[in-house]
């Protein structure tokens, strides 16, 4: 394995992916922006519920 192909390889692949890629419009970014909240939210809630369920359940023995 020759360090010079690895760092040719690396940099030609780089290239490629960067060329490919583009910045995100704004209403696409809002959509991700939004998605990743609602996510967030979600989790939190279940979280919340799983505790609370945990809470009483302990409370009640």
């Known amino acids: 394995m ?3 192909y690895e760092v040719e390889n ?3 692949q780089s290239q490629r ?3 490919i890629t ?3 419009k704004a209403n ?3 959509q991700m922006a939004m998605t990743t909240a609602l996510g967030v939210v979600l989790i939190g809630v279940f979280g919340f519920v799983i ?3 945990a809470y ?6």
Do not use: C, G, H, N
């Open 10 to 12: 690396f940099i030609q």
């Open 22 to 24: 583009y910045k995100p």
């Open 2 to 4: 020759d360090l010079k």
């Open 28 to 30: 696409i970014y809002k």
């Open 17 to 19: 992916i960067i060329e």
């Open 51 to 53: 505790s609370m369920v």
């Open 56 to 61: 009483f359940a302990t409370r009640s023995v």
